[in-house]
């Protein structure tokens, strides 16, 4: 039977070590400053944006979030990042996903200072990312490798399979795991031979945003396995693992909800904290 990797509890660690670096800035009269732009008014995205600025006030971060109107342009938007990346007060930028359609989501997210893109979104950032330079890194993926060495997760050489490959999780975080020396195998919806990859896995990582897709049979015994997945069903929020099946033949696994959830918001704010200190 797995043993629970605990996201709330690995994250309110982080939170503390946040907590102490503030203290340190705030010494030496530096208030690390989040802006958040968020356009329209997608619920889902409200409610990230309002815990956002919870956790900063929390943890003593300035936030300033700017809500737009859903008829908001390219260029009006653009504007507003020129002014944010400029305003010396703002140590990062956060541009909430996904942005309006008549909005040009590549041209805003790159406007973004590479200096302030505390997501990791950027060109620049996503290209250090893959050829292993020191950079903001996207935090659901910081967030998870943060949860495996929490967990001492042996990475080096071992089998990491990642299925998604979206920009924002699957693709940085095979990138992360390159960097840790595993053995990396990207699955996404062509692929042909799905269950015979996921069995050879010694870390498979589930991003693809259907639920209880990953079943038992799919996983290898004592496989660690990171359930990404965040599916509203009646008012539940369900994982992509098939969780209370999957548990008896894992090592270890995140829960949904109180896995990766609570980790990818610390990871926020430690990117803002390196950003106000560079
Ligand atoms: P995307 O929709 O951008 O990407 C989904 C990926 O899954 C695609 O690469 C797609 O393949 C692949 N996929 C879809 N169906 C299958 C299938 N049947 N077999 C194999 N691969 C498949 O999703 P995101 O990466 O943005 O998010 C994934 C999930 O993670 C969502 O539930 C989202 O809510 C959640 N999430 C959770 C976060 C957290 O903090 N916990 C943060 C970010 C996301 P293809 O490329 O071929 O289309």
Same mark, same amino acid.
């Given at each position: 039977m797995a043993t629970l990797i605990d996201g709330k509890l690995i994250s309110a660690k982080i939170k503390e070590d946040i907590k102490a670096k503030i203290e340190e800035l705030k010494a030496?009269?530096?208030? $690390?400053g989040l802006a958040v732009i968020l356009v329209g008014e997608d619920p889902a995205s409200t409610v990230y944006v309002r815990n956002k600025?919870?956790?900063? /006030? &929390?943890? /003593?971060?300035?936030s300033e979030v700017y809500r737009l109107p859903e008829s908001t342009t390219t260029s009006e938007l653009l504007d507003l990042i020129d002014k944010l990346n400029e305003n010396k007060a703002i140590h990062g930028i956060l541009l909430q +996903? =996904? @942005? =309006? %359609? +008549?909005?040009d989501e590549y041209a805003a997210f790159n406007r973004i200072s590479p200096k302030k893109d505390v997501d990791g979104f950027t060109d620049v950032n996503i290209g250090k990312l893959v050829i292993g330079k020191d950079t903001f890194v996207s935090c659901t993926p910081n967030g998870i490798l943060a949860m495996l060495k929490h967990e001492n997760v042996d990475i080096s050489g071992k089998h990491c399979v990642i299925v998604g490959r979206s920009n924002? @999780?699957?693709? $940085?975080? %095979?990138s992360l795991m390159?960097? &840790?020396n595993a053995t990396v195998t990207i699955c996404h919806s062509k692929t042909t031979n799905l269950t015979e990859i996921t069995k050879q #896995? *010694?870390?498979?990582? @589930? #991003? !693809?945003?259907? =639920?209880?897709? !990953?079943?038992? *049979?799919m996983v290898k015994k004592d496989a660690v396995v990171i359930d990404v997945g965040i599916n509203r069903i009646d008012g539940?929020?369900?994982? *992509? @693992? *098939?969780f209370d099946n999957v548990k008896e033949v894992a090592s270890k696994i995140t829960p949904v909800p109180g896995g990766v959830g609570p980790m990818t918001m610390v990871m926020l704010m %430690?990117?803002?904290i390196k950003a106000s200190t560079l």
């Open positions: 030496k009269n530096i208030t $690390p600025e919870k956790m900063c /006030g &929390e943890l /003593g971060i300035k +996903h =996904p @942005v =309006p %359609s +008549h909005i924002i @999780v699957g693709k $940085p975080m %095979s390159l960097k &840790e #896995a *010694d870390i498979l990582i @589930v #991003a !693809i945003g259907k =639920p209880k897709f !990953i079943t038992k *049979d539940k929020l369900i994982g *992509d @693992v *098939d %430690s990117n803002t």
